[in-house]
């Protein structure tokens, strides 16, 4: 009985890691997904304004502004140059993850509501 509960349990874990997206339609497996770096969005921007990730890791942003902000990577209005980070809507205390970037790259980000206010743009490096 003990075996099939640890062979459900590692059936599960195998779904759920078979759910992670990327950025990239070629990138390469064995991407482990961690939480590499966390940006901070306050009334006075977006902190820090670049952190440097390993490939194959994640982001998290946290809005801890009194209002909602929209974050998208560049370019605006498209947000095509690293889709792993377009997290979207983040309402006030709210946070999200980005999906694995799996492409050695700089990825710049924005709000996609204030896209020439540089207070709300950052960089993410994969390397």
């Given at each position: 009985?003990?075996?099939?509960?640890?062979?459900?349990?590692?059936?599960?874990?195998?779904?759920?890691?078979?759910?992670?997206?990327?950025?990239?339609?070629s990138s390469?497996?064995?991407?482990?997904?961690?939480?590499?770096?966390?940006?901070t969005i306050?009334?006075?921007?977006?902190?820090?304004?670049?952190?440097?990730?390993?490939?194959?890791?994640?982001?998290?942003?946290?809005?801890?502004?009194?209002?909602?902000?929209?974050?998208?990577?560049?370019?605006?209005?498209?947000?095509?140059?690293?889709?792993?980070?377009?997290?979207?809507?983040?309402?006030?205390?709210?946070?999200?993850?980005?999906?694995?970037?799996?492409?050695a790259r700089?990825?710049?980000?924005?709000?996609?509501?204030?896209?020439?206010?540089?207070?709300?743009?950052?960089?993410?490096?994969?390397?």
């Amino acid at each position: 009985m003990r075996f099939v509960g640890m062979a459900m349990a590692a059936l599960a874990m195998a779904i759920t890691l078979s759910g992670c997206g990327s950025d990239s339609p070629s990138s390469p497996s064995g991407n482990d997904g961690t939480i590499a770096a966390t940006l901070t969005i306050s009334a006075s921007g977006i902190s820090p304004k670049s952190a440097t990730v390993p490939v194959g890791s994640r982001v998290t942003i946290v809005n801890n502004d009194s209002r909602s902000h929209n974050m998208n990577s560049d370019p605006h209005p498209d947000h095509t140059d690293c889709p792993a980070l377009n997290v979207g809507v983040l309402s006030p205390g709210q946070s999200r993850t980005s999906q694995n970037l799996t492409t050695a790259r700089s990825c710049g980000m924005h709000d996609h509501e204030d896209a020439d206010n540089a207070a709300w743009k950052a960089t993410i490096i994969v390397q």
